[in-house]
């Protein structure tokens, strides 16, 4: 969490709105592994860090709600007794979500100002929708006392999710974002939707995060049709969802799928096995296993579940050609954003600058190097 952050975003809604507001902090996150498992109700291995959402929040005692969005110096008017979504891409229309979400939940909001600002670099994969959704949500669930539980708050933000902004998500990014828990990561039942920590010290090793500082647009598109294909064989299998079966299993429609989608439901129920793998490498602090988990999780996203892109690929080619980097691989969606690397401490610096004038050389623009902090979730701050 960030100081400077919190008193910009405190002094601005003070001097916008002449009161004392909420302040809530709500964390992007970062995945070890486990990728396009969440809605096939598998597992995943995300962690909240310290960058996310800051929001300063109050009740209003006009007839309207103001939203500023602070970095993009722009404000969003409107009533929360006539909400109405606005043109596609917009912030607008998670704050509208958020808001239509908690009232087909049956809870009463009243006008309201906020006024939010990120670190989260957008595009990145690192979630920042879900901080903006779970800062609003939690916010306002404090506000205006609506008893709403954690687990509940996070459903509200998926929903929104899907039918504001259209893209049919897991939950693993909310759930992340809201129950983060400090130098931890979560292994995460999507089914069950509860989770164990994991303290992650990996002492000679560390996670550094480089970002391809790309977004290709077809990203949103493809994860929908990722989802509705993997729906759409669960249902040939007579299952809820492939978190349900083996390969052995897959194997008796083979021949009803398209060579595709075969290896599509099977990187799904290999990663899915991953993700258990890498817990266990975790607990007995067999790094080495824990890197080929995640090189592996690679090949299968780019080759066969096929939401990579050629910058991501080649971050992971480096990483591989480098000697020092146990395992790398894209995190997220795809289509760009970051990969997540598992670097020797000592070797970070020389792969890191070497990295970032490979990428430099090809791609003619640069990538972005991250560190961080895994962080507590979704919080009242000071
Ligand atoms: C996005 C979605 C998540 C998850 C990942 C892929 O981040 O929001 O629900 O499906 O992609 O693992």
Not at 151 to 171: F, M, R
Not at 210 to 228: G, M
Not at 335 to 356: P, R, Y
Request: aromatic share 8%; glycine share 8%; charged share 20%.
């Amino acid at each position: 969490m960030k100081i400077l952050l919190t008193t910009r975003v405190k002094s601005s809604f003070i001097s916008k709105f002449n009161t004392n507001p909420i302040m809530v902090f709500s964390p992007g996150r970062i995945n070890i592994i486990g990728e396009h498992t969440d809605y096939n109700e598998g597992f995943v291995f995300p962690a909240a860090i310290d960058m996310g959402i800051y929001v300063a929040m109050g009740r209003s005692d006009s007839d309207k709600s103001t939203v500023h969005a602070l970095d993009m110096e722009e404000s969003f008017d409107f009533s929360v007794s006539n909400l109405k979504v606005v043109e596609t891409g917009s912030w607008k229309n998670y704050i509208i979500g958020i808001v239509s979400e908690i009232q087909k939940a049956g809870k009463l909001v009243t006008e309201f100002n906020a006024v939010f600002i990120g670190d989260i670099p957008g595009g990145a994969g690192l979630s920042s929708s879900a901080a903006l959704e779970n800062s609003m949500v939690f916010g306002l669930n404090e506000l205006f006392n609506l008893g709403l539980s954690k687990s509940e708050l996070i459903l509200i933000s998926q929903k929104a999710e899907h039918s504001y902004v259209g893209v049919k998500c897991g939950i693993m990014d909310q759930y992340a974002s809201m129950f983060g828990v400090k130098k931890n990561a979560l292994l995460l039942d999507c089914r069950t939707v509860k989770s164990k920590p994991y303290p992650i010290n990996f002492e000679k090793h560390q996670l550094v995060l480089i970002n391809t500082n790309v977004k290709h647009s077809l990203s949103d598109s493809a994860y929908n049709d990722r989802h509705s294909v993997c729906e759409s064989i669960a249902e040939m299998l007579n299952v809820k969802a492939l978190r349900d079966v083996n390969a052995y299993d897959l194997e008796g429609v083979k021949d009803q799928l398209t060579p595709e989608n075969y290896q599509k439901a099977l990187y799904v129920i290999q990663e899915n096995n991953r993700v258990v793998q890498a817990s266990k490498a975790i607990e007995d602090g067999n790094l080495k296993l824990l890197g080929e988990l995640i090189y592996a999780s690679h090949e299968g996203l780019q080759h066969q579940y096929k939401v990579s892109c050629e910058e991501l690929d080649f971050l992971v080619e480096q990483a591989k050609s480098n000697g020092h980097v146990l395992g790398a691989r894209m995190m997220g969606g795809g289509f760009g954003g970051c990969t997540i690397n598992l670097v020797a401490k000592e070797h970070t610096e020389t792969f890191t600058s070497q990295v970032t004038q490979a990428y430099k050389n090809t791609f003619k623009k640069a990538c972005s190097i991250y560190f961080v902090e895994l962080s507590n979730g979704t919080q009242i701050i000071a």
